[in-house]
């Protein structure tokens, strides 16, 4: 379907994903200059910052979702697919998608992550991660579900197992995750049951380094930990994991027994990349060159969580974050657009890709957060609030910052989280299997099973 009729005659830029980079490059490009087809396999953008906060009951999915017919409406000689790729013919410059093929002039990979499991793949169906809006359903719906079978079990041990959480790296995302697990328990549903006690459940933060947020200066790290235990949530740093099994998890010298066990500790680079030709990182990422196109084929770029790169002024990667996404997208608009227009006084440069870091944070609970902008460092309230500000302004869509900006505000003066309801997929067994002959024999269905996904960065900052 396209957004606007396009003219064949332009060159032809054909972008693979409907992220951050993908969206942004879009956004910022001149389609008067090409015709774009925007290809993702979703048919909507996803703020990724806020995801956890699906998956803990605190918005719902259209809060941080938009269709990307509606973000990218208006715009000319662009054209929107819903489809899955299937191969990517660097040499050729062809795409193969399930439904058909496209011949680009330039191609944009903007593709994102995947979760890396560290070659323990056999982990993910025992510890899924956080990618999609399916992913946070479904952790959302397995939390809730657990605090509803713990109230209808009177056996100590499975009480116990029901009411333990493990969140696994401790990452922003994991950080997030972590305290808001905490304050579910502990102030939303702290008073919905009648034979539990929802503050009694167990929040483990587990990772593997010497501290959590280690992107960030050793203070704030510490003070994240006070933070996160002042909500109760269990911090266990140095404790690599040695395996997870069907609601069970490993460390030296202890087993966990939980019913929810997530997975923020690695990201790596869509799959796709390993059939590209090209040289990769040990994630996966795409090596690109200075200016973020792939060696060997200056038409084609890789950006944003896919591309492998070193910052100059740091001497460090750029991170997979997606302000550095955003940057990425803008640069290779500006520099694909110079390129079509002889008149243009960078016509024929190809100048560097700089990225500019305005800094990282991230939010442990109600009023508490850490934030480092260039030098400067704070955390709690204050942390707190440029977080709230900072997610507010990056969302797409005034809709979505209302809603958002609602529910928080609900959240904040009530202590109740409003997106609590649970729903079954049809096609799945019921959760509590029927007594023969009761009213209950039409089954309820349970949930879904989560595919694989991968943790998302910190807060972008404006």
């Known amino acids: 379907m396209t957004a606007t009729a396009t003219s064949p005659k332009l060159p032809h830029i054909v972008v693979l994903g409907a992220g951050f980079g993908g969206i942004n490059f879009c956004q910022s490009f001149d389609t008067t200059k090409a015709r774009i087809t925007i290809v993702d396999r979703q048919n909507h953008h996803l703020f990724q910052p806020l995801l956890y906060q699906v998956a803990t009951a605190g918005l719902s999915a259209p809060d941080i979702a938009q269709p990307i017919r509606a973000v990218l409406s208006g715009k000319k000689n662009l054209t929107v697919l819903m489809d899955e790729i299937e191969s990517i013919d660097l040499e050729g410059k062809r795409v193969q998608l399930s439904q058909k093929t496209l011949d680009y002039d330039y191609l944009i990979l903007a593709l994102g992550g995947a979760t890396s499991y560290f070659g323990k793949n056999e982990w993910e169906q025992f510890a899924p991660g956080l990618k999609s809006l399916k992913d946070a359903l479904h952790i959302r719906h397995s939390v809730l579900m657990a605090f509803e079978q713990a109230e209808n079990t009177s056996d100590k041990a499975e009480h116990d197992r029901l009411m333990t959480m493990v969140v696994v790296g401790g990452g922003p995302t994991g950080v997030e995750l972590a305290g808001a697990f905490s304050e ?263 949930p879904a099973t989560v595919a694989p996904a991968a943790s998302k960065e910190a807060a972008p900052v404006a």
């Open 184 to 446: 579910l328990a502990r102030t939303v549903l702290a008073s919905d049951f009648a034979h539990i006690d929802p503050k009694e459940a167990r929040v483990i933060l587990i990772e593997a380094a010497p501290r959590i947020l280690t992107h960030l200066p050793t203070d704030l790290s510490e003070s994240a930990v006070r933070q996160l235990e002042n909500l109760g949530v269990e911090v266990r740093v140095n404790s690599k994991v040695l395996d997870i099994r069907h609601q069970q998890l490993d460390l030296p010298g202890e087993t966990i027994h939980a019913a929810n066990i997530f997975w923020t500790a690695g990201v790596g680079a869509a799959p796709i990349t390993k059939t590209l030709g090209v040289e990769l990182d040990r994630g996966g990422r795409v090596k690109v060159e200075p200016d973020c196109s792939i060696p060997g084929h200056p038409e084609a770029f890789a950006i944003g969580d896919i591309a492998s790169m070193m910052n100059k002024k740091t001497n460090a990667p750029v991170p997979g974050v997606s302000p550095a996404a955003i940057q990425m997208s803008q640069h290779v608009a500006q520099l694909i657009e110079d390129e079509l227009d002889p008149m243009s006084v960078r016509h024929g440069l190809r100048l560097p890709f700089e990225y500019w870091d305005k800094g990282t944070m991230a939010t442990i609970g109600r009023s508490s957060a850490v934030a480092m902008i260039g030098k400067v460092k704070f955390s709690g309230f204050i942390a707190w609030l440029a977080w709230l500000a900072v997610h507010l302004l990056f969302l797409v869509g005034f809709r979505n910052r209302l809603s958002v900006l609602m529910n928080w505000a609900y959240a904040y003066f009530t202590y109740k989280r409003g997106s609590r309801i649970i729903t079954y997929d049809p096609a799945e067994p019921p959760p509590f299997p029927a007594r023969h002959g009761s009213a209950n024999d039409a089954a309820l269905p349970a």
